[in-house]
């Protein structure tokens, strides 16, 4: 009757090895649910800064344009109305630079959670592993139970 022992402690490490293959899989819903976010928020601003430096050399380009057309020969006007508009190409860049500097500030959020949910699937998968291997011992201990209880017939 010992192997009834080895039978409870069976169940016991079961369940115990299936609620960490569950939490696992939670883990690795989240991890993935996650790289996804941190691919939506990059390829979100790399199309943001891309389309503000666009934005700004094409207001750039036009303020040259319409102040070489509006001034013709007068290049101190023509010089005054470039410089005026290189600064405000470089504001408008800087501001492109600063929206791209706060969005990588929430990439590395989300990476450093990446990063804890990381050492969580290693936990887990240690512990994981520990059960697999005391749920093996314990089913060979049963095993040999099974078989010194079990009456022998000599003929």
Do not use: H, W
């Not at 039978?7 to 609620?19: D, E, P, W, Y």
């Amino acid at each position: 009757m010992g192997y009834a022992l080895f039978t409870a402690r069976k169940l016991s490490v079961s369940t115990r090895l299936n609620m960490c293959n569950a939490n696992l899989a939670c883990n690795t819903e989240k991890t993935y649910s996650l790289s996804n976010s941190i691919f939506v928020q990059q390829s979100k601003r790399d199309l943001e800064l891309s389309t503000a430096t666009q934005n700004a050399y094409s207001v750039y380009e036009k303020a040259v344009t319409d102040a070489n057309s509006k001034y013709g020969s007068d290049t101190e006007k023509i010089n005054a109305a470039t410089s005026q508009a290189e600064s405000v190409l470089q504001k408008a860049l800087k501001e492109a630079e600063l929206k791209q500097t706060q969005t990588n500030t929430q990439i590395q959020q989300l990476n450093q959670k990446q990063t804890l949910l990381d050492q969580e699937r290693q936990r887990l998968q240690t512990q994981l592993n520990a059960y697999s291997n005391e749920l093996s011992n314990v089913e060979k201990a049963e095993e040999s139970a099974i078989k010194s209880a079990t009456p022998k017939y000599v003929a």
